[in-house]
């Protein structure tokens, strides 16, 4: 009765004892698994040769034109407008001295002859008192045994003179001024120009210190350049330089714009660098001159105008000296991949002049890059120093890549899936679908289980 009552019990138990043997069996039996060594290929990398190198400097900018002379006309005088140049328009072209507009000139010829006629007063006014001196003295002389120093200068006239002398010199006076008020009734500009922008026309009444409108001069132009303290370094300038004290050896600069489809050219210099640092952006500014810009104009000529966005060019007068490589060799600003016996080395190094494809770094103590070393030009995705690498020559025949190209590409990719997301990289991994060719395709079908796997 009892041993029927724990039977369940011992069948439980014998279950559980025969599935702990038979899964203690199975671990033992388990097959070992065999470790397979990762074997990675090298990396083909590209490289390019450190030569020493002396380099003229060349540095770019970007300004805007301005004229050197840009002034306002106003008018000196008032009065209406009775008379408008034909040059007096929107980018006219006018001369030295000669009139752009004039203002009516009657009450000012007015005031011209009353002040001539003024002038003619006050001249016969002084006639008048020196023939009375002269009378004076030689009545004294005739009626009087005593020096003509000893007589009262009221009897020899000469206060009256006097007086009579300054009305004359006050009469020529408002004579001059008439004249000059007279003058300004013709409006112009003391230097070759053009008319920039006008705001007078005929008719119109102006009165004193009213605008007209803007005018240049055409004798040279400027561009204002923002440079950095290393690109004045790297020209030989200095803060506050000054061509006039260089005796004739001036900085040349190119200055190109593109108008239309074609580069236009021209040739200037430098005039001087600011003494000071703008306190906003922390920079320093160049004047550049072109002189004449408007000196020989024909069909296929341009002028350098004001407003106009060119590109200048600088060339330092002196050359660096220092080891050149690509600009794809440059890495992090400071540093370089060389390759040595297979492998990639780290190298810092101090550039000392870039340009868009090129860089030039110092060959001393700085930098540990020597002359004929092999710096890597190509993308190298996850570098580190002791990295093997090789180069396309020193691959198989069999193990070589089609072409170096080929090789760029891959690293390319290698390195963006580096700096791309896991969902990216997920993403780009479903999108790759295998080519299948017709045979294969044939055999997959007579065998599922096989186009399963």
């Known amino acids: 009765m009892e041993t029927s009552r724990f039977k369940p019990f011992l069948l439980g138990l014998g279950i559980c004892a025969i599935a702990i043997g038979v899964t203690s069996a199975m671990i033992a039996l388990k097959p070992e698994a065999e470790e397979e060594e990762a074997i990675k290929t090298p990396l083909v990398v590209r490289t390019a040769d450190a030569d020493l190198k002396e380099q003229t400097v060349f540095a ?24 408008v140049s034909s040059k007096f328009v929107e980018g006219g072209e006018f001369k030295a001295g000669e009139t752009l507009l004039q203002i009516d000139d009657a009450d000012y010829q007015v005031a011209l002859k009353s002040a001539e006629a ?4 006050a001249k016969v006014d002084v006639d008048i008192e020196l023939a009375t001196a002269k ?11 005593r020096p003509i120093s000893e007589a009262n200068p009221l ?6 003179i006097d007086r009579a002398t300054a009305r004359l010199n006050a009469a020529k006076a408002e004579l001059s001024a008439a004249k000059l008020n007279y003058d300004r009734t013709k409006i112009s500009a003391p230097f070759d120009g053009r008319i920039m922008s006008k705001s007078a026309e005929l008719g119109q009444f102006l009165s004193r210190g009213s605008s007209i409108g803007r005018v240049f001069a055409t004798d040279a132009m400027e561009v204002r350049i923002p440079m950095t303290d290393v690109q004045i370094d790297e020209l030989g300038l200095t803060l506050g330089y000054s061509a006039d004290a260089q005796d004739g050896n001036d900085l040349g600069a190119t200055v190109t714009t593109l108008f239309g489809s074609e580069q236009r050219v021209w040739q200037g210099k430098v005039k001087g660098v600011d003494a000071s640092v703008d306190s906003q952006t922390r920079l320093l500014f160049a004047t550049i001159v072109v002189e004449n810009p408007f000196g020989v104009i024909d069909s296929s000529a341009l002028p350098l105008v ?3 966005f060119v590109d200048v060019q600088l060339a330092s007068p002196r050359k660096l000296s220092g080891l050149e490589i690509p600009r794809t060799a440059l890495r992090n600003g400071s540093q370089v991949y060389v ?7 780290l190298k810092p190094v101090k550039p000392i002049y870039t340009s868009a494809d090129r860089v ?14 092999r710096v890597i030009v190509s993308p190298v995705p996850g570098a580190y120093d002791g990295m093997p690498v090789k180069l396309p020559q020193e691959m198989n025949a069999s193990a070589q890549p089609a072409n170096v190209d ?13 700096e791309a997301g896991p969902d990216e990289i997920k993403e780009s991994s479903q999108s790759v679908v295998p080519e299948v060719s017709g045979q294969e395709r044939e055999s997959l079908a007579a065998d599922p289980q096989q186009a399963r796997a």
């Open 60 to 83: 770019s900018f970007q300004g805007e034109v301005r004229a050197k002379t840009n002034i306002e006309l106003v008018t000196q005088v008032a009065g209406k407008v009775t008379s």
């Open 118 to 121: 003024s002038v003619a007063a």
């Open 135 to 145: 009378s004076n003295i030689d009545q004294w002389t005739r009626l009087q045994n």
């Open 155 to 160: 009897l020899l006239n000469k206060p009256q």
């Open 306 to 308: 004001p407003g106009m």
């Open 339 to 345: 390759y040595q016996d297979q492998a990639l080395r």
């Open 360 to 373: 030039i770094v110092s060959f001393n103590d700085q930098s540990q890059l020597a002359v004929g070393d």
């Open 406 to 418: 080929a090789i760029d590409t891959e690293a390319e990719r290698d390195a963006q899936q580096e």
